[in-house]
T-cell receptor, first 115, second 118 residues
């Protein structure tokens, strides 16, 4: 596609429910990243995919968080048993890098609110 | 670990005025990205700097990385309301697994909120 897209744009859920966030990267981009931006804080790295595999999961806050990527394209970030502290904007980015540096292009984000 | 500090945290300027945002790292920067974020939107790539003393410009925005590669500045000339947003700086951090480099993740500072009064 023309840019990175994310869905839904907004998600309100009740504490304890599971949520799935989706990211469609730019067509052909092999690298995909998930970040989280909480109110008043900077961007926090969550997980990185190269193709379908995730060499770096170091940023996932807890085992309630998981992510997968299929077909080297779409990725879903799943949060189980959501907590209020999970409320944040979840941003996805993609780049064409297979190694080394390359510009990451971001989607518009999904704003998650846990009541 | 590398610490980034952006200053000022927030800034309000009159339309037409110039302004500068700074980004200081506790360690040598081997590259630095500048992004801009508007409320409700994703991050927009502005510029990437890699070499000491490097300076890049795009329209009315100029970014520079100092010779020691520990500080970068972003300068906006004749600010406009369209410049308003959050400016984020961050170095790429290599993702290395079993000795192989797999790309980079971004580590950002807290950001500078810019408001432009018309």
């Amino acid at each position: 596609g023309a840019g990175v897209s994310q869905s839904p744009s907004n998600k309100v859920t009740e504490k304890g429910k599971d949520v799935e966030l989706r990211c469609d990267p730019i067509s052909g981009h092999t690298a995909l990243y998930w970040y989280r931006q909480s109110l008043g804080q900077g961007l926090e790295f969550l997980i990185y995919f190269q193709g379908n595999s995730a060499p770096d999961k170091s940023g996932l806050p807890s085992d309630r968080f998981s992510a997968e990527r299929t077909g080297g394209s779409v990725s879903t970030l799943t949060i189980q048993r959501t907590q209020q502290e999970d409320s944040a904007v979840y941003l996805c980015a993609s780049s064409s890098a297979t190694s080394g540096g390359d510009t990451q292009y971001f989607g518009p984000g999904t704003r998650l609110t846990v009541l | 670990s590398q610490e980034l500090e952006q200053s000022p945290q927030s800034l309000i300027v009159q339309e037409g005025k110039n302004l500068t945002i700074n980004c200081t790292s506790s360690k040598t920067l081997y590259g630095l990205y500048w992004y801009k974020q508007k409320y409700g939107e994703g991050l927009i790539f502005l510029m990437m700097l890699q070499k000491g003393g490097e300076e890049k410009s795009h329209e009315k925005i100029t970014a520079k990385l100092d010779e020691k590669k520990q500080q970068s500045s972003l300068h906006i000339t004749a600010s406009q309301p369209s410049h308003a947003g959050i400016y984020l700086c961050g170095p790429p951090v290599s993702v290395i697994l079993k000795g192989m480099e797999y790309g980079n993740k971004l580590v950002f500072g807290a950001g500078t909120i810019l408001r432009v009064k018309s």
